[in-house]
């Protein structure tokens, strides 16, 4: 099963009003096809009074075998349904890779 795939599966246990995970492992310095580097965008009641760093801890115990593995890194950007909509629904864009000889 894709890195991704098992990603979204498992995130999904928050029951997620969005749930975006990204793949931007092409935007690194990686083989084609890899499956290292990941954005998610999760919109949650279950973090409502939940402090951010807790709302990450939350997502790297669901995620600790993947983060123990293939998964180089994780961009996180978790928000209540009221947060989301404060945003205009929108998370902000990924930097441009700056490491590995690009």
């Not at 999760?42 to 593995?69: C, N, T």
Request: proline content about 7%.
């Amino acid at each position: 099963m894709a890195i991704q795939t098992q990603i979204e599966q498992k995130l999904a246990a928050l029951t997620p009003d969005v749930l975006r995970v990204e793949n931007e492992s092409h935007m690194h310095n990686v083989p084609a096809n890899s499956e290292t580097h990941f954005k998610v965008t999760l919109v949650s009641d279950s973090f409502d009074g939940m402090m951010p760093v807790k709302r990450h801890q939350q997502i790297y115990a669901l995620l600790a075998d993947e983060l123990s593995g293939p998964v180089h890194a994780l961009a996180l950007h978790l928000y209540t349904p009221r947060e989301w909509q404060a945003r205009g629904s929108e998370r902000p864009n990924s930097p441009n890779c700056r490491g590995g000889g690009q």
